[in-house]
């Protein structure tokens, strides 16, 4: 929600974090009907090409704060060669927060690892989470409703996510599928050498 805000440079027209449901003057991301219903973002949004591994960076970087008040550690080693991908940024990042936070909050003082790698077109990000000294916070009802949040942002970017049992080991394992952009060769005749890089982009 604060990535939208600053998408949309709509600080000081309705703080994000406020409960009320009566529309604020200047807000122009007020959702139309059910607020359930994230499929409004999907048109409002822009598609661009996303470098994963910049994506899951940023969110540990944002994460920071939390992950050192709980103890927790992270590995993640990026791969040289990220897959590409085209999507909402906004949504993926979104989504892989909640997942994170979630993981955090079933292992305090555990250890969170992230592994990325690409099958058949698709894009994999495994989130897993080891606890502690068999230290593991039962599920909360706010991370059952942010883990299926998290679900919704990711089928708008035209993915997948599968959530493992919570009774089995590791205690949080999250497997996200996103499809990766087929790249086609075009054929642009121009004399203009910056009308050509406009094409490409």
Not at 35 to 42: A, N, S
Not at 62 to 72: E, I, M, Q, R, S
Not at 87 to 101: E, P, V, W, Y
Request: hydrophobic share 40%; net charge negative; aromatic share 4%.
């Amino acid at each position: 929600r604060d990535t939208l805000w600053k998408t949309y440079q709509l600080e000081g027209k309705a703080h994000p974090s406020s409960s009320t449901s009566t529309p604020q003057p200047g807000m122009v991301l007020e959702p139309p009907g059910d607020t359930t219903d994230l499929g409004w973002l999907r048109d409002t949004l822009p598609v661009q090409g996303v470098n994963i591994h910049e994506v899951i960076q940023d969110g540990l970087l944002t994460l920071k704060g939390v992950l050192d008040t709980a103890g927790v550690t992270v590995d993640y080693q990026p791969k040289e060669h990220p897959p590409q991908l085209y999507l909402q940024t906004a949504l993926l990042r979104q989504g892989l927060l909640n997942l994170l936070n979630s993981a955090i909050a079933q292992v305090p003082g555990g250890k969170i690892t992230i592994q990325t790698h690409q099958q058949a077109g698709t894009a994999h990000i495994v989130i897993e989470a080891q606890p502690s000294l068999s230290r593991v916070s039962l599920i909360s009802p706010e991370n059952i409703e942010s883990l299926e949040i998290a679900r919704s942002f990711l089928t708008l970017c035209n993915g997948s996510l599968h959530i493992a049992d919570p009774t089995g080991s590791p205690a949080f394992r999250a497997a996200i599928a996103l499809p990766i952009a087929e790249r086609r060769t075009v054929l642009a005749i121009e004399d203009h050498a910056d009308t050509l890089q406009l094409f490409q982009r």
